[in-house]
């Protein structure tokens, strides 16, 4: 911790001292927005951009998500992304890895990028009935017993 270090850290004490102000976390807003072309992708990005508390916004065109890094509210964000007049919503997606049931009706989205899946919060879908469960495991690789034709 060198001088600089030590003068962020006596000035975040003193401006600590001020109550009723909450200092906002550093965090990732993940959006899918609509975009077409070039231009779009720039109007998104430049209206993001001017943002307060934004560090940095990325933009992949090919899976039409949009993260913006920084001090930010995820309401804001939204909010701001749809004022460019493109449809907008939070990231509805998560790696299939992380979905106990990826295939599920519910769960699997055709639209979906690769490698993703609609996220749920329904625990009906990832619970599965007894005579499902012996379906599953009769092909596992983890059963013993399980069907050796495969």
Same mark, same amino acid.
């Given at each position: 911790?060198?001088v600089?270090?030590? !003068? &962020? /850290?006596?000035?975040?004490l %003193?401006?600590?001292a ?11 807003? &993940? #959006?899918?927005?609509?975009?077409? +072309?070039?231009?779009c992708? !720039?109007?998104?990005?430049?209206? #993001?951009s001017s943002?307060?508390?934004v ?5 992949n #065109? ?6 913006? $890094?920084?001090?930010?509210e ?8 749809q004022s ?5 919503? #939070?990231?509805? /997606?998560?790696?299939?890895? %992380? ?8 769960v ?13 919060? &329904?625990?009906?879908?990832? $619970? %599965?009935? $007894? ?5 599953? $495991?009769?092909?596992? &690789?983890?059963?013993?017993?399980? +069907?050796?034709?495969?």
């Amino acid at each position: 911790m060198g001088v600089a270090g030590t !003068l &962020d /850290y006596f000035s975040e004490l %003193l401006s600590g001292a001020k109550k009723g102000k909450k200092k906002k976390q550093i965090q990732t807003v &993940d #959006l899918k927005v609509r975009i077409d +072309c070039e231009g779009c992708k !720039l109007k998104v990005k430049n209206a #993001l951009s001017s943002l307060k508390g934004v560090k940095s916004v990325d933009v992949n #065109l090919k899976q039409q998500k949009v993260s913006v $890094t920084g001090f930010v509210e995820p309401k804001k964000v939204l909010k701001k992304a749809q004022s460019t007049g493109k449809k907008a919503e #939070l990231w509805p /997606y998560v790696p299939y890895n %992380l979905v106990a049931h990826p295939y599920v009706t519910q769960v699997y989205d055709k639209k979906a990028p690769p490698g993703y899946v609609r996220v749920t919060e &329904d625990t009906a879908i990832a $619970t %599965l009935s $007894t005579v499902e469960e012996q379906y599953t $495991t009769m092909f596992s &690789d983890e059963n013993p017993n399980a +069907c050796s034709i495969m």
